[in-house]
């Protein structure tokens, strides 16, 4: 398992999702922009403006190669510094308050000592929660996860939790996911075994977000429905240049700035206090927005659209 | 000089401003929140929003106490950790672009064990640089600074330069302005003094300001021009959450986060490599979107507006 045939996968990973993504979309186009990087490698962003359902999207793959300054170096806890990294990256926010916005990564990071892991994960913010479709998206990220570990999909659904948090609002960014880091050889799988899971992982992402984009895009919405997306895409600002490690590693590392920044929404909105009442659907959405909740087994069993069997 | 001397002041500042604001505006009213904070001390929150010039405001007064965390106090270099803290703080974003975004903040700490200093600034950023106001502007926090020590201005001045940077984007966020911080006996002058200092930088916001305002809000503008002000309140929120170190305290810290996120724009935009035509307006901003700019003596000599003689 080589740099270079991970790095091929992923490429190969970009170009499944973003035609997934404008066939389902049906009017958006992904513009490329290649672009190398001052210490060495380079990516390719992929980016959507206006479609019928994306009112912006960034898919971004990336191989990069040089050498971790020190500040890094002593974060990672890794005495080595040449390194390699290639990942995809995305994140599509939908024009329509019914389609969740979602983000995908998937990562790997080796060092010239050997040292390696892969990282990555899945999460939804929908702007209206609809319990069944957060337990349909649970279910088929955990029947991914079990295939490849037992372990896995309570374990990165809670790591999810953690991460995709904004403590200052004591809000989750969404209905969380899974999120993993550092995955090595250490759990008792090959570096095959865990590259082919984070694949799955990758592989899932394009037919079960298509599938929600599908579901909701027709779904018509009101002013006030688009408001709450407008503010609601604000938390996912605050997450994302706040608490996010990609990001403040990207613009910290002097990476390419719009590349990193791609995640902005088209659209934002702040207001001071905004108000929500007792029983309306933006705080029935509110109250959800918490940690730990078993989205799979702790609401009413729907019968599950799975993507994967 | 006690600290309740300083927090009257400051509170009465707060008064001043709101009121020499409402004023301009001539239809902007300030809806005040008083909170507490659960360590001990509260504040006076002064907001509006859609105002005739004015498009969201926030004008905050705090005092508080408490004790210092160990992270924060290795942070500050400290060993005692009962604390006081007062301040006013504000930021206004006006509707039309060629009104500038404000920032103006005063501050002051003190530890148990009597170690006390005083912080603060002014700082202007324009979504259309125009050289005579930035001239204009600087003229007047210089003619404050030289009333108080030769040295202020330029050193304050350069180190706004500094502070207010956005290193991943390669601009300054305006064209400056003032900002120091940790003022006390060191540089000469007495505790009252310095308070003296920091209130005449208080106290030259309204009518520096409230002149800018009224200067420019009859300004037609055209739908491109309010695009770009949309975008460059992005770079407003970047700074803010990524490089802000009073909103990173505050948010660590547990402080009111709907107090310290009134900062952000009311309305804000992103697109992917936004088109800048050579030539063009927006150009010509972007190329003074820089440090060390002497505004001046750099420029063509205007007959400065001086608002304090």
């Known amino acids: 398992m080589y740099k270079e045939n991970i790095t091929e996968k992923f490429r190969q990973l970009q170009d499944r999702i973003t035609t997934a993504l404008e066939l389902t979309d049906g009017k958006a186009l992904f513009e490329e922009d290649n672009w190398l990087r001052d210490g060495g490698g380079g990516g390719r962003s992929r980016v959507t403006s206006n479609g019928n359902i994306i009112e912006k999207g960034g898919v971004q793959f ?14 990672l806890q890794v005495t080595e510094a040449n390194f390699f990294a290639t990942g995809v990256s995305l994140i599509i926010h939908p024009k329509n308050p019914h389609v969740p916005i979602v983000h995908m990564n998937v990562r790997y990071f080796e060092l010239e000592d050997g040292t390696f892991w ?3 994960g899945i999460d939804l913010t929908p702007i209206y929660i609809d319990k069944e479709e957060a337990r349909n998206f649970h279910l088929n990220l955990k029947e991914v996860c079990d295939r490849h570990h037992p372990d896995f999909y309570f374990k990165f659904k809670k790591w999810a939790d953690d991460y995709f948090y904004l403590p200052f609002r004591e809000e989750t960014r969404g209905v969380g996911g899974i999120f993993f880091d550092r995955l090595n050889e250490n759990n008792g799988l090959s570096k095959e075994q865990i590259f082919a899971f984070v694949m799955d992982v990758g592989n899932l992402f394009a037919p079960l977000y298509c599938q929600i984009m599908a579901k909701n895009a027709n779904q018509s919405f009101s002013e006030k429905e688009k408001d709450w997306q407008l503010h609601r895409r604000g938390r996912y600002v605050e ?3 706040v608490l996010d490690k990609g990001t403040k590693f990207g613009l910290d590392t002097k990476g390419r700035t719009e590349s990193i920044l791609v995640s902005m929404p088209p659209e934002v909105k702040w207001s001071y206090q905004y108000p929500i009442d007792e029983g ?6 509110l109250d ?6 078993d989205w799979i087994s702790s609401i009413e069993h729907f019968s599950a659209n799975k993507i994967l069997s």
Do not use: C, H, M, Y
Not at 280 to 285: L, N, R
């Open 62 to 75: 990336s191989a990069v190669q040089g050498v971790l300054p020190d500040k890094i170096k002593s974060k």
């Open 118 to 120: 892969f990282g990555g």
């Open 280 to 285: 309306s659907k933006e705080k029935k959405t």
């Open 239 to 241: 997450f994302n240049l």
């Open 288 to 293: 959800l927005l918490k940690k730990d909740i």
